[in-house]
Nanobody, 116 residues
């Protein structure tokens, strides 16, 4: 079992950057995959943003490729999402996700608002 806590959200102007952090309660050495999802205002669907599915495999949604970078630090039990060149359409609540076996774990989310 793992608990996830996100941080780093906030208000940023278009073109700006933010770095989200997901802190896990225990070791994540054997937790695969881990990633970030987001849910835009008024949207009931939670969409995949980026995922680390193995040591050498990361995937991104087409809408964030080239702008966002996911990374994980097993020693610190954290997963980071560096977001650059932010756009208004990136506004959403961002959730950290982990799957252990068949069980999905979610954080409570952190709000990112991109607006001038």
């Amino acid at each position: 079992q793992v608990q996830l806590v996100e941080s780093g959200g906030g208000l940023v102007q278009p073109g700006g950057s933010l770095r989200l952090s997901c802190a896990a309660s225990g070791s994540i050495n054997s937790v695969w995959p881990m990633g970030w999802y987001r849910q835009a205002p008024g949207n009931q669907r939670r969409e995949l943003v980026a995922v680390v599915s193995s040591v050498r495999n990361t995937d991104y949604s087409d809408s964030v490729k080239g702008r966002f970078t996911i990374s994980r630090d097993n020693a610190k039990s954290t997963v980071l999402l560096q977001m650059n060149s932010l756009k208004p359409e990136d506004t959403a609540v961002y959730y950290c996700h982990a799957r252990i076996g068949i069980i999905n774990y979610w954080g409570n989310g952190t709000l990112v608002t991109v607006s001038s």
